[in-house]
């Protein structure tokens, strides 16, 4: 059973506009979300995260909005690029920790 | 920097046979971890260690032994390889303290298995 459940399992979105990942997790003591962008043949690296002290984080394209207590937080790409064709995963851990429990992932795939 | 680098990138195992995972960093990262990722279950935690001399389990250790002898190195042992354990393998290092504006893991470009 995952405990940070992530949708949709794949997304295909139209050059410039708006792609949208949700997750959702049920252990009130997560306290870190961080999302993570891998492409194929790499490794995930960090893309953006957020501490449940704000309600949104926006960096650059990339915004995360954040609601604690209908525990779910959201990735959101706006005027998405075919560049942002990539999987995502999203994540959270407890106590700011390293230990990071990770969503399913959504592949994402922008079409020029 | 190097980074995390992992070896071997890919590999094909019989059942029964045993190999290592190779991980070692160059960024003198306290905190090493290993993730299998596999289609629709995401990145799951195999074993972690915190420093050289200390490791610990994670979601799903069985079949799977780790060993922390250096700050650097962090190699993960499959004892007799089953099918099951067919996946991308990622080695993930950091710094133990997770600082106000970080807590970034860096990721090796993962090891692929092939157990038949």
């Known amino acids: 059973q995952q405990q940070v459940k992530q949708s949709p399992q794949s997304l295909i979105v139209q050059k410039g506009g708006i792609s949208i990942i949700n997750c959702a997790y049920e252990n009130t003591a997560f306290d870190y979300f961080p999302w993570y962008q891998q492409f194929p043949g790499k490794g995930p690296a960090l893309l953006i995260a957020i501490r449940p002290d704000v309600s949104e984080k926006k960096e650059g394209r990339f915004t995360i909005s954040f609601n604690k207590s209908a525990k779910q937080f959201s990735l959101h790409i706006m005027d998405s690029q075919p560049g942002d064709s990539a999987t995502y995963f999203c994540?959270?851990?407890?106590?700011?920790?390293?230990?990071?429990?990770f969503g399913a992932g959504t592949i994402l795939r922008v079409k020029s | 920097n190097a980074g995390v680098t992992q070896t071997p990138k890919f590999q094909v195992l019989k059942t029964g046979q045993s190999m290592t995972l190779q991980c070692a960093q160059d960024?003198?990262?306290?905190?090493m971890s290993w993730y299998r990722q596999d289609p629709g279950m995401g990145l799951r935690l195999i074993h972690y260690s915190v420093g050289a001399g200390i490791t610990d389990q994670g979601e799903v250790p069985n079949g799977y032994n780790v060993s922390r002898s250096t700050t650097e190195d962090f190699p993960l042992r499959l004892l007799s390889a089953a099918p099951s354990q067919t996946s991308v393998y990622f080695c993930?290092?950091?710094?133990?303290?997770?600082?106000?504006?970080?807590?970034?893991?860096?990721f090796g470009e993962g090891s692929r298995l092939t157990v038949l």
């Open positions: 994540a959270a851990s407890i106590d700011y920790g390293n230990k990071l429990v």
């Open positions: 993930a290092s950091s710094y133990l303290e997770i600082l106000p504006n970080t807590g970034e893991l860096f």
């Open positions: 960024m003198n990262h306290e905190y």
